[in-house]
Each structure stands twice: as C-alpha cells, then as structure tokens.
C-alpha cells in the first residue's frame, strides 16, 4: 500500500479522485465535504442525486492536489481512484467500480469477503478493502450514518490525509457529543478495515483522469416525449417496466421487518401508515382482509409499522451479520 511520504509526492504532480456510492440519508455528500476540509492542499466536491428520496441512490465526487491547477474542473469524476460504498446493497445495483483502473481500491461497508465481492463487481484487478461500518455505526452513532466511518477505511488505504487531519474536520463541523462519537467511530474503522490487495493489477496510475466518452448516457434511451409524465415511477409498461417493479426499494434500508402471525389482530394500522404498500394482505372467506405479511423486496425498513402496531406483532433484526475478515476456504 502506498504510504503518506509517497502519497505527498505523488499530490505535488497529480490529481487524487473519489467517487463516494451511498444512499440517501447516509452522508455520501457529507463524506465529500469533509474530504476538502480535512486535506492540506488545494480541492473541490460535489454530489449527484437522481430520485432525491431517502434511500435512493447518490454520489459524489472529490478532487484532491496539492497543485492547485490539476483541481480547476468541477464535472464528476470518471476515472476515480478510489471508489467508496457506503451501503453494500449498491453492489448489486450500480456498477460502481464503472472507470476504475487496473490497481486502485474498493473500499466498501459490508461483511463480504474479497473474493465474494469479485465475484459481484466482477472485476480481478481491483484492490478490496471492507469495513463492518453498520455495526460500528449502530454501535458508536446509534443509526446507519457510515460516512465517517467509510472515511477511516478510505485512510487506511490511501492516506491523502492523516486521521489527526480528519478528527480536526469532524470537530468543527458537528458539536459535542456527535463530534466526539464520529471520532472514535473514524479511529475504529481505521485499525478493523481489512485489505486484500489483488496479485493480478499493476500499480495504479496516478496521471489517469479522462473522462470516458458516453459513460453517463447510452443510446436507446426512451426521450422525454415518450415517457409519462408521472416522474421516476413510470406508468407506461410499453416503455418501462410498471412503477416499482424494477426498483428493489427493499435494499434501501438496513433493517429487516419480521412479522409474527400469531400475535397479529389484523387491526391494518400498518397497512395504511406503510408508504411503500409493502404490507401483504388478503381477502379471506369471511370478507374481511387478513394480514399476509411483508414483501422484503419493497420495504425500505422506515419502522412506521413497528411503532404503530398495538400488540407487537412487528419487530425487526439488521439485516448485515457479523463481519469475517478473512477469505472463505
């Protein structure tokens, strides 16, 4: 892994970029933001949002030198060095190691080993890094906010900055207790961030920054003219695949919502607090409807039916384990 000696040397003569991969509500952008602050040279950062709901996907961007004329370009980053995810359920959704090169670093929220990671990104010649960020997150910060976190992993793989550096960044921009909290989450993650570097690429090349030619759009793409007007959940199967059908909202949130049938009453308050009518229910022989249970596939994991439910028929479990630094035998 390359040092903070050889990291200064190599930010005197080139660009470092950082593509962050999270969902909305997670920090993806705050993690950008303390990027530039924390670092001693010259850089800038910036988001992308598509849906702009809570759990949709996001990225984010960051340019790093300590030349301040590599840093004057504010388009998004497609050639990143390093790629953070902060939710490893974007693994399956995005390709997020999209103009990587031969070489530079993965670094993902997940309890995953190197190998089963490969196999989903499928790529061989990019180096891995995984941190149990949920849990230490859940366990320090007590929520899934993994983006200070994901940033002691990132250092521990690429030091663009010392971790000293990152704690001053955090101090002044949140307060007190939550302050203190993201510290020692940053200085956790740090020393439990597993590497795996990969036998099958060469060293990354620093001086790569080119932006691929149509990797934002490609061609087919239905125009605006023949899309409904309803916005992100099309309505037209002609076109697109029918509303949430093709989106997995159910990946978007970090919990599991368990349904116990027998204590069930079948009252339906969580059928109409749900926003995501990922409540199951069924007209039985009586006439009446009858909770079924709930489709995983749509739940986002927002708890409403948990604290409405009468009679605790609802409870939840996270959904990631316990994470293996090791690879499967």
Known sequence: MITPEQMKEILKEHVINLRFHARGGQGGVTASNLCVEAFYGYGVCQPSFGAERMGSPTESYVRLSANEDLVRTNEQVYAPHAVSVLDPSLLGEIDVTAGI?????????????????????????????????????????????????????????????????????????????????????????????CTYETSEASDIDFSLDTKIRWQQVYPGLPGYKDLDKA???????????????????????????????????????????????????????????????????????????????????????????????????
């Open 101 to 193: 090169a031969p070489g530079g670093w993965l670094i993902v929220n997940t309890t995953m080993d190197q190998i089963t990671i490969q196999q989903v990104i499928g790529r061989k010649d990019v180096n891995i890094a995984t941190i149990d960020a949920l849990n230490i997150a859940m366990e320090i910060l007590g929520r899934n906010i993994t983006n200070t976190i994901i940033l002691g992993a990132l250092l521990r793989v690429m030091p663009i900055f010392s971790i000293d550096a990152l704690a001053d960044a955090i101090m002044q921009r949140f307060k007190g207790e939550i302050a203190g909290k993201n510290v020692a989450a940053i200085k956790r993650a740090f020393e439990e961030t």
């Open 231 to 329: 916005g992100v959940w099309y309505c037209d199967e002609d076109v697109i695949e029918i509303g949430s059908k093709q989106v997995n909202t159910g990946s978007w949130g970090e919990w599991d919502m368990i349904w116990d049938e027998e204590k069930c009453t079948d009252c339906a308050q969580c059928w109409y607090i749900c926003p995501d009518f990922a409540i199951m229910r069924e007209k039985g022989e009586d006439g009446l409807w009858h909770m079924k249970g709930i489709d995983q596939s749509h739940c986002k994991s927002c708890q409403n039916c948990l604290e409405i439910c009468p009679v605790e028929a609802i409870t939840k479990k996270l959904k990631q384990g316990p994470a293996a630094c090791a690879a499967p035998e």
